[in-house]
């Protein structure tokens, strides 16, 4: 099996075709058979894409008074993030806080550990 020249791992492909509105082709390759790894990748690309929200939004039908509902509910909620952004790159909001890289954000009270 043919690898690349410098590596001398076989590389297979995963690729899965979809079709939302226009066909589209993900392609993730496998290195050294690590599937898990290959796997992780095609969903990062199918998040990305949009296809994980296509699939809940198609798994049943939805009304078209439905649909005009949710979307004026995705811009109202669009337009907030982006006044908020802009009222934050003012310096007139807070900037969400940023962890320093190894530390774990938790929320609510500290928990007792169990034995």
Request: with cysteine; net charge positive.
């Amino acid at each position: 099996m043919g690898g690349h020249p410098r590596t001398n791992d076989t590389r297979h492909a995963i690729a899965i075709n979809y079709s939302i509105e226009e066909e589209c082709q993900l392609q993730v390759f496998v290195r050294d058979n690590n599937v898990d790894q290959a796997l992780k990748a095609l969903k990062r690309k199918m998040q990305r894409e949009g296809v994980f929200r296509e699939m809940k939004l198609r798994g049943h039908y939805e009304k078209p008074s439905e649909r005009r509902a949710r979307g004026k509910a995705e811009a109202i909620r669009r337009a907030r993030k982006l006044a908020r952004k802009k009222l934050q790159r003012e310096g007139l909001l807070p900037m969400k806080p940023r962890l320093s890289p190894g530390t774990v954000a938790r929320r609510g009270p500290a928990r007792t550990p169990r034995f």
